[in-house]
């Protein structure tokens, strides 16, 4: 058999015209229900940020107006309120996971004209992730330095064991922002060949694993602290441990092992198999000599 | 602006006339039939979402290999996928229940299994271009789909063919 024999196989193999209705419309379907799913799942995400957000700017209000530490009758409302938020918003992004995990990964609303230009926009839509997190990151380092002054202020008129978790959390902020500073920095692209975008997309994806994978030790100074604040403080205030500051106490490890275990889970199976692709990638092209890709 | 049905009507042309090229990608870059029907439906989301971008300023058969080649090479395999959320797996029929009925159906279907191990043992962008060249396109139209130069394309299909060979030497062919 020679070359176009076998040409002539692989173009036969699905003739043009054949009757497939009924999987075309089956497919068609699906991706109506992806396209859906997304939009959803956005939505979700959304609404659970704003809460949060409401959240947040809702406690440090009160927080800084109130002079002097809560009394118990005043706290439960309040406590009650923001338990029902934090479900709220585990649950929509919760509910904003599953959808995407349930549909495709967002591909974009248009397909760039080759491989480089795709790898581009991948690219920018991975960084746009990213920086939207560390917005999020940004938001909470703020409001957890805000809290820390506040309770700084209250804990040199009321307990000297604040001071602990105050400096923890000082630890905690400082050692992240060291450890963001000691990373290579982002750089912008300016080289726009297929080799250029493929170095800084490796760059930068080692960067976010290194920072994911080494999540836990700022993360530990954090959970301690907010434990010593909230349960610890709460029961040196009322002179005994109750079910409350245990259960507490579980939910605030309990969350800090979450965390955890989802930005390693995001290292391991969401970034790292990006690294590894992007490597092959770079080894195949410089290969292949990349200088005869044609920038898009 | 195309209205929404408009693009449905054109998106189930393209599917009719196009499907071929979607199922050989599929087949070009899952191993298991689950793989192939994932990326198959991944490639039918891109394709959808490309519609209104194109201007119809090369050939459909163009842009569609575009689209899905990008989409094969960005894709992985969904091993974290929850269970029962895969592609249905009759999207993408059997690689040879499509097939016109031939005389020798089985040395066919043993030649095209070959073929698919062949080139699924390609890196991928060599696999791009190998399938390019087997569908009949011109080293300038597989340049306008890879981004790569025709010299490249050349060069890059020249050091695939005799990989291709050496893996259907048994079969006979004078790649």
């Known amino acids: 058999m020679n070359f176009e024999d076998l040409q002539k196989t692989w173009r036969d193999q699905f003739p043009v015209g054949g009757e497939h209705a009924a999987a075309n419309e089956k497919l068609f379907h699906r991706v ?18 704003a809460l949060g957000l409401a959240a947040l700017a809702w406690i440090a209000l009160v927080s800084a107006q109130h002079g002097q530490p809560f009394p118990q009758a005043e706290i439960r409302p309040h406590r009650e309120i923001l338990i029902l938020i934090s479900a709220l918003c585990i649950g929509l992004y919760g509910a904003a996971l599953k959808l995407n995990a349930l549909g495709s990964p967002p591909v974009g609303r248009d397909d760039p004209p080759t491989l480089a230009g795709r790898l581009c926009r991948d690219g920018s839509r991975f960084y746009a992730l990213i920086l939207w997190r ?7 380092g703020v409001f957890v330095l805000f809290m820390a002054a506040v309770q700084a202020c209250h804990a040199i008129r009321y307990a000297a064991l604040d001071w602990l978790a105050v400096g923890l959390l000082a630890v905690a902020v400082t050692g992240f922002a060291g450890f963001r500073f000691t990373l290579p920095r982002y750089r912008p692209l300016v080289n726009d060949t297929l080799a250029g975008m493929l170095a800084w997309s490796i760059e930068h994806t080692r960067r976010q694993v290194t920072m994911l994978e ?24 009322r002179g005994a441990i109750h079910r409350v500051e245990i259960g507490a106490t579980l939910v605030f490890v309990g969350a800090g092992l979450g965390a955890w275990r989802l930005n390693r889970w995001t290292a391991r199976h969401r970034l790292r198999p990006r690294l590894e692709a992007l490597e092959r990638l770079q080894a ?12 898009t | 602006m195309q209205s929404r049905s408009s693009l449905e009507i054109k998106y189930a042309d393209w599917l009719r006339e196009h499907r071929g090229i979607l199922l050989k990608i ?53 091993e974290t996928k929850p269970r029962g959320h895969h592609a ?39 696999r791009s271009l190998v399938i390019l060249l087997l569908d009949g396109l011109s080293y300038r139209e597989m340049g306008e789909i890879s981004g790569l130069t025709e010299n490249h394309v050349g060069v890059a299909l020249t050091r ?9 030497k048994e079969v006979g062919n004078e790649l």
Not at chain 1, 39 to 48: C, E, H, K, T
Not at chain 1, 284 to 295: K, L
Not at chain 2, 94 to 123: C, K, M, T
Request: net charge positive; glycine share 4%; aromatic share 8%.
């Open chain 2, 26 to 78: 599929a087949a070009s870059f899952g191993r298991e039939r689950e793989e192939q029907a994932d990326l198959f439906q991944e490639m039918s989301i891109a394709l959808w979402r490309s519609l209104p971008a194109f201007k119809a300023q090369s050939k459909t058969s163009t842009w569609i290999y575009r689209v899905c080649l990008n989409t094969a090479l960005a894709w992985r395999r969904a």
């Open chain 2, 160 to 168: 695939a063919r005799k990989k291709l060979a050496e893996a259907m």
């Open chain 2, 88 to 126: 249905p797996l009759e999207l993408i029929p059997e690689l040879s229940s499509d097939a016109p009925p031939p005389g020798n159906a089985h040395e066919r279907d043993e030649i095209l299994q070959r073929l698919y191990a062949a080139v699924r043992a390609l890196p991928p962008s060599e």
């Open chain 1, 32 to 49: 109506r229900m992806t396209e859906r799913r997304f939009w959803a799942a956005v939505l979700l995400r959304g609404a659970a940020d």
């Open chain 1, 134 to 140: 560390d917005l999020r990151e940004t938001v909470g």
């Open chain 1, 284 to 295: 195949e092209i410089s290969r292949s000599g990349a200088s005869n890709i044609q920038s």
């Open chain 1, 214 to 237: 080494n999540i836990l030790w700022y993360l530990i100074p954090v959970i301690v602290a907010v434990i010593l604040l909230v349960p610890i403080h709460g029961a040196i205030a």
